[in-house]
């Protein structure tokens, strides 16, 4: 009798280990969720800083400046949710802007070359934070997790839709 109680008792705590070890590495998951987020969103307002030097150019015609500038504000001061929109309105304001061959941007080369390199880093950004993003939702999705409710109460990692849209 006092061997399966023991045995029943061995197995409980290996349970209630097991299940403490799937919400922290949840828990690491949304944590990482975060980060990503948190890291792609100070890119994203790196980018709306670097459009809004871009339209005070002098060399700039003036409708695209203040398109330019309209959608770098829109972008930064979108809430949550409202940051999609602005996001992919401040990515076709961009691509109104033409590079040349020397990829200069109306004489700018600094300004083109910083442009181009928070692109890459968004592009990087994005991918980490949908993969982050896509890993937590498996998880969650299984049925351990809800049936013990491991999440807590995390919300659900969101993805926007600016994340699908072409840089």
Do not use: C
């Amino acid at each position: 009798m006092a061997k399966t109680i023991l045995i029943a008792l061995f197995f409980l705590l290996v349970l209630a280990w097991y299940l403490s070890f799937l919400a922290s590495r949840l828990d690491r998951l949304h944590h990482r969720v975060e980060t990503s987020w948190e890291h792609l969103d100070a890119l994203l307002q790196r980018r709306a800083a670097i459009a809004i030097e871009i339209a005070h150019l002098p060399t700039l015609d003036p409708a695209t400046s203040l398109l330019l500038t309209a959608s770098a504000f829109n972008a930064r001061e979108a809430s949550i949710i409202d940051r999609s929109d602005s996001e992919s309105s401040l990515s076709e304001s961009l691509k109104l802007l033409q590079l040349d061959e020397n990829r200069t941007l109306m004489g700018d080369t600094d300004l083109a070359n910083e442009l181009l390199q928070i692109t890459e880093k968004i592009r990087m950004g994005i991918t980490i934070h949908l993969e982050s993003v896509q890993a937590a939702t498996n998880l969650r999705s299984k049925t351990i997790f809800r049936f013990f409710r491991l999440a807590g109460h995390a919300p659900l990692p969101m993805r926007y839709s600016f994340e699908d849209d072409s840089l």
